[in-house]
C-alpha cells in the first residue's frame, strides 16, 4: 500500500491548492468486521477538503462499509464492529456523542434510489425539518436550490406535490442527491449513484458534483473506473477489504502506482 | 400437428378431474356461512324493528327488545379499544423499532404467541381474580372490558408489528443517515405508512371482542338489569350473553327472538369486517411505494 503523505509529497511539486488542503476526514488503521467475517481491514488515508476523493473496487472490497462506518450507522447494526480511528475536521467521531448531529453533516447516496413515500416537496424538506426548521418561505428556497442543483427542477416544479416514490428510477436518484443536499452537508458520499440513472442525467449530475467541491467535500464510491477518472482528484483502489492504492487519479491511469493489482484492474484486465 | 398422444390425454383427463375436485371442495366453504346467514334472516328477521333495537326487554326477556344489551356490548368493546390499543401499538411499536434480539425480547414474543393461545374461559378465570377481585373493580364494564383487552392484545400487537415490518428497511435507512433518531423515523416515516394494517388489526379485534362471551360472563356482564349502566363500574347485559340466555335460560322464549338477536350480532360483526376491507381496498388504492 503506498502511503497518502508519500504521494502528496509528490504531487506537492506539480499540483495546485487541492492538495494543501486541510484534511477533512482522517482514516486510520481502521477495520470492519461483520459477525461473518472481516469486511475491511487496517486501511490509512486522508481525505482532504474540498476533494473528490474516488474509491473503486470490485464487488465485497469492503466500499459501502466504509461509508457504514464514516456516518457511524454501526450503531443500527448490531454485528458490525469497527477498530481504528476516523476523525471529521479532527475529532474523533467514535468518541461523539451526538451522533445525529455528525450525521446531519453527511450526506448519503445509495446505489438503488429510495424515494420516500411523501411528496417531492416533503422530500427535499424531511432534512431542515429535522433539524427543527418550520418556516415555509425558507423551505421553500431549500426545496428549489436543491433541486435545481440536482437537476431535477424542472422536471418536478409543476408537480411537487405528487409522491416521490412515484417518480422514475432516474428521478428519485436525483431526488435523493437533492435530499442529500438539502441537509447542507460538509460532507457528501455517493455510493454508485449511477447505477439506476441514463448516461445523459449521469453527465448532469457529474456535472453538479464538479461545482459542488468548491464548496465541500465527496467522496465517490464508483463500479466506473472512467467516472472515478473523470471526477476523482485522488483514488483509492479497495480489494477484498483492503485497500492497495491511493494515489493522484491520473496517477492510476498513466502506470505510476507501484501495485501490479491496480494496474489490471483499471484496465479492466481483472479476473 | 398438434394431435394428442395417449399420454397427453390421459394428463388432461387428470388435470379435468382435479380441477372440479379442488373447485367443488373450494365452493363447500360458502355452504357454512350461507346457511346460517340464511337461517337466521330467515327466522330472526321478522322480529326486527325499531323497537326491537332500541327498547328494553319485558314480560321475563320473553317480550321487548334488545338495547341494554347491545349498548352493553358497544361499551364494552369501546373500553376494551382503550386499553387494548394504545398498549398494543406501544407494545408493537417497541418490538418492531426498538427491541435488540436478545433473550429478553424472545421472552416476550413467546409470551405473546402464548396468550394468544390461551381459552377464553381461563382468561375469564384470570379476569375474574385480577380485575374483579384483586383491583376490587368488582364485577363491572371496566373489569370485563379489560379482560377482553388482556385477551386480544395479542391480535393489536402482531397485526400492528406486521404493518410495521411491511415498511421499507432502505426507508429507514435513508432516514437514519440523515441524522434522524429513530423515534423522528417512526414519527414521519414509519407510522403514516403502518397506519392502514393497524387499523385494519384493530377492527378485526373489535369484531372479535364483540362476540366473546366467556370472559365477560364472569367479570361484568350479567342476565337482566332493569336500568341502563351509569357508569364503568356498573354491570351491564351485553349481546352475546343475552344470546345465550335467551336461547338456554328462559321457558316459553318465543322461537324468532334467539334468531333476532344473533342477527344483530352477526350484523355487527359482519359490518365491521365488511367496513375493515372497505378501508383496506381505500388505502391499498393511495399505497405510496
Partial sequence: MVGSNAVNEDRSLVKDGTEQSPVKLGVENLSIHYETGPALQNVSFDIRKNEIFGII???????????????????????????????FDGTDISKVRNVYGLRSRIGVVFPLPVGLPLSVYDNVALAPRLAGLKNKAELNVIVERCLTRAALWDEVKDRLNSLGSML??????????????????ELLMLDEFSIAVDPVTTMRIEDVLKELKNEITIILVTNLVQQARRLADRTAFFLEGQCVDVAVTEDLFTGEVSDQRTRDYVEGRFG | MFEASPINLKNLTRQKIFRFLLGSMTATLILPVALILGTLIVKGAPVISFDFLFTSPTNGMTAGGIFPALLGTILLVLVALLASVPLGVAAAIYLSEYAPDNWFTRAINLAIINLAGVPSIVHALFGLGAFVLFFRFGTSILAASLTLAVMTLPVVIVATRESLQAVPMAFREACWNMGATRWQ???????????????????????????????????????????????????????????????????????????????????????????????????RGKKKW
Fill in chain 1, 57 to 87: 473496487g470490485p464487488a465485497n472490497a469492503g466500499k459501502t462499509s466504509f461509508l457504514k462506518a464514516i456516518n457511524r450507522m454501526d450503531m443500527f447494526n448490531p454485528g458490525m464492529k469497527i477498530d481504528g480511528k476516523i476523525t
Fill in chain 2, 185 to 283: 423515523t417512526i414519527r414521519r416515516i414509519v407510522l403514516p405508512n403502518a397506519v392502514t394494517g393497524i387499523l385494519t388489526g384493530v377492527i378485526l379485534e373489535v369484531s372479535r371482542t364483540s362476540g366473546e362471551t366467556a370472559p365477560i360472563m364472569f367479570t361484568g356482564a350479567v342476565f337482566f338489569l332493569p336500568f341502563l349502566p351509569q357508569g364503568v363500574f356498573d354491570q351491564t347485559m351485553a349481546l352475546s350473553l343475552h344470546l345465550f340466555v335467551v336461547s338456554t335460560q328462559v321457558p316459553e322464549m318465543p322461537e324468532a327472538v334467539p334468531y333476532g338477536v344473533a342477527l344483530v350480532l352477526i350484523g355487527m360483526v359482519l359490518l365491521m369486517n365488511s367496513a375493515s376491507i372497505a378501508l383496506r381496498m381505500y388505502l
Fill in chain 1, 168 to 185: 422514475s428510477g432516474g428521478q428519485q436518484q436525483r431526488l435523493t442527491i437533492a435530499r442529500a443536499l438539502s441537509q447542507d452537508p
